[in-house]
């Protein structure tokens, strides 16, 4: 029960902080834009000069992406360039972000001020962002250590089971893997969250020096996950069940779409699915956030309430 109050609490904090969703669909919509608009005019250019580009409504044509990077030879390594900046702009822009969403959603779950929301944003913002960009980094090494476990699971796994084929895709074997990589990934995930969580409520007088304040709410987080485990666990596969089936249902929306005929309504649902999905995504990542941040603050009072 408790897991799941934790989430509707969650989706209600986020819904009281709706401009948050707005922020969060503006950023990944703006990057979007600057990513991907270059290659969209130059596919338009190309394949619009080329008589088989139609063969897309087929299938692929390999031979349309031979000319596709003959014919734009000396503007891809440009693009290519731009793209790994602008990247790399947009990871940091949303690092700087984070403080501001993490910051926001832990007032409205402890129930403090609620006024000037903009102004206390981009505070937080500028606050946490130092330790946002130590934490992003961390859990780059975290991702780098599960990767190397996993590699070792493989070998390890295949030596006890088999290697099997490559083409059994839905044999045990196969399935064991994506079980076993889907989980670490989710366990990294929620420990940068928790992270995060237990560096925005961090006393301010915990420790004068900056490193000792990181390392102390890194063991404090560590030691929270391990003592309330499965809880934490259960609502990480709660929320990402809830996504899961919210993809489904897109994937149900699409294939009904392919019956309606290729007309100006189609191209309009079509645009309007794809805004309300992008809403959608914003939104759930903030309810991820929030619903995590109620539940640290429940089993945190109720250890407080233990004799």
């Given at each position: 029960?408790?897991?799941?109050?934790?989430?509707?609490?969650?989706?209600?904090?986020?819904?009281?902080?709706?401009?948050?969703?707005?922020?969060?669909?503006?950023?990944?919509?703006?990057?979007?834009?600057?990513?991907?608009?270059?290659?969209?005019?130059?596919?338009?250019?190309?394949?619009?000069?080329?008589?088989?580009?139609?063969?897309?409504?087929?299938?692929?044509?390999?031979?349309?992406?031979?000319?596709?990077?003959?014919?734009?030879?000396?503007?891809?390594?440009?693009?290519?360039?731009?793209?790994?900046?602008?990247?790399?702009?947009?990871?940091?822009?949303?690092?700087?972000?984070?403080?501001?969403?993490?910051?926001?959603?832990?007032?409205?779950?402890?129930?403090?001020?609620?006024?000037l929301k903009m102004e206390r944003?981009?505070?937080?913002?500028?606050?946490?962002?130092?330790?946002?960009?130590?934490?992003?980094?961390?859990?780059?090494?975290?991702?780098?250590?599960?990767?190397?476990?996993?590699?070792?699971?493989?070998t390890l796994f295949d030596l006890?089971?088999?290697?099997?084929?490559?083409?059994?895709?839905?044999?045990?074997?196969?399935?064991?893997?994506?079980?076993?990589?889907?989980?670490?990934?989710?366990?990294?995930?929620?420990?940068?969250?928790?992270?995060?969580?237990?560096?925005?409520?961090?006393?301010?007088?915990?420790?004068?020096?900056?490193?000792?304040?990181?390392?102390?709410?890194?063991?404090?987080?560590?030691?929270?996950?391990?003592?309330?485990?499965?809880?934490?666990?259960?609502?990480?596969?709660?929320?990402?069940?809830?996504?899961?089936?919210?993809?489904?249902?897109?994937?149900?929306?699409?294939?009904?779409?392919?019956?309606?005929?290729?007309?100006?309504?189609?191209?309009?649902?079509?645009?309007?699915?794809?805004?309300?999905?992008?809403?959608?995504?914003?939104?759930?990542?903030?309810?991820?956030?929030?619903?995590?941040?109620?539940?640290?603050?429940?089993?945190?009072?109720?250890?407080?309430?233990?004799?």
């Amino acid at each position: 029960m408790l897991i799941f109050t934790s989430f509707v609490q969650g989706i209600k904090n986020v819904w009281l902080n709706k401009f948050l969703i707005g922020i969060m669909f503006l950023f990944k919509l703006g990057f979007s834009l600057i990513l991907l608009t270059p290659l969209y005019l130059m596919f338009s250019a190309s394949f619009g000069a080329n008589a088989k580009a139609s063969s897309l409504l087929r299938g692929f044509d390999f031979s349309l992406l031979i000319d596709f990077v003959y014919h734009w030879r000396h503007t891809l390594s440009i693009y290519f360039l731009m793209f790994f900046l602008a990247s790399f702009l947009a990871i940091m822009v949303f690092i700087f972000f984070s403080g501001g969403f993490w910051g926001i959603l832990r007032d409205e779950s402890k129930r403090k001020e609620r006024n000037l929301k903009m102004e206390r944003f981009f505070g937080y913002c500028a606050r946490y962002f130092w330790g946002m960009f130590k934490i992003a980094l961390l859990q780059v090494a975290f991702y780098l250590i599960v990767f190397f476990l996993f590699l070792f699971f493989l070998t390890l796994f295949d030596l006890l089971a088999g290697k099997g084929s490559w083409f059994e895709i839905t044999s045990w074997r196969t399935l064991v893997k994506i079980a076993v990589f889907v989980f670490l990934f989710f366990l990294v995930n929620m420990i940068g969250d928790y992270l995060r969580i237990f560096y925005i409520s961090q006393d301010k007088e915990f420790a004068q020096n900056f490193k000792e304040r990181f390392s102390g709410f890194v063991k404090k987080a560590l030691r929270f996950l391990l003592t309330n485990f499965f809880k934490t666990l259960s609502l990480y596969y709660l929320l990402s069940l809830v996504l899961v089936l919210a993809i489904l249902t897109y994937v149900g929306a699409n294939k009904v779409m392919e019956g309606i005929p290729r007309t100006s309504l189609y191209i309009l649902l079509v645009f309007l699915i794809q805004q309300i999905l992008s809403l959608f995504r914003a939104f759930y990542r903030l309810v991820y956030y929030s619903s995590q941040i109620v539940l640290v603050d429940k089993l945190l009072t109720e250890e407080e309430r233990l004799p």
